[in-house]
């Protein structure tokens, strides 16, 4: 069968027209650790594949019989560390489904270190945690 050239030319325009096809929404952002406010943010898997070498994000939660505790811990590309510290049976929880493809973000009290907000998301628009 021959396709005609005004055909050709109609497919090519449509593809003009619509524009090329995406992937899918993508999110790609530093890690981010700022004393002054408090706060930490970032996605496990870029820091993990972060060329710098340098930042970090992660969580840990431990237990013992009825009592259970966890903590969160951020380094930026220029080596600001931050952390904070949790013994509430609901941000233990949280943390406990940090993933290593998990978006994260928490604050703290400065004056103590303790938790004071746990953010946890998951979804398909954060790259997946490479080797």
């Given at each position: 069968?021959?396709?005609?050239?005004?055909?050709?030319?109609?497919?090519?325009?449509?593809?003009?027209?619509?524009?090329?096809?995406y992937?899918?929404?993508?999110?790609?952002?530093?890690?981010?650790?700022?004393?002054?406010?408090?706060?930490?943010s970032?996605?496990?898997?870029?820091?993990?594949?972060?060329?710098?070498?340098?930042?970090r994000?992660?969580?840990?939660?431990?237990?013992?019989?009825g009592?259970?505790?966890?903590?969160?811990?951020?380094?930026?590309?220029?080596?600001?560390s931050?952390?904070?510290?949790?013994?509430?049976?609901?941000m233990v929880?949280?943390?406990s489904?940090?993933?290593?493809?998990?978006?994260?973000?928490?604050?703290?009290n400065?004056?103590?270190?303790?938790?004071?907000?746990?953010?946890v998301?998951?979804g398909?628009?954060?790259?997946?945690?490479?080797?």
């Amino acid at each position: 069968m021959k396709t005609s050239r005004p055909a050709i030319l109609g497919a090519v325009a449509m593809l003009l027209v619509t524009g090329a096809a995406y992937g899918g929404y993508r999110v790609n952002y530093a890690t981010m650790a700022v004393p002054a406010s408090s706060y930490a943010s970032g996605q496990l898997a870029n820091a993990r594949a972060s060329s710098n070498n340098v930042e970090r994000l992660s969580c840990s939660a431990s237990a013992l019989p009825g009592y259970g505790y966890a903590s969160c811990y951020a380094r930026n590309a220029a080596g600001t560390s931050v952390s904070c510290l949790t013994d509430d049976p609901g941000m233990v929880n949280l943390i406990s489904s940090v993933k290593g493809d998990s978006e994260l973000y928490f604050e703290w009290n400065p004056s103590t270190g303790r938790c004071t907000m746990i953010m946890v998301s998951n979804g398909s628009s954060y790259a997946p945690k490479q080797p």
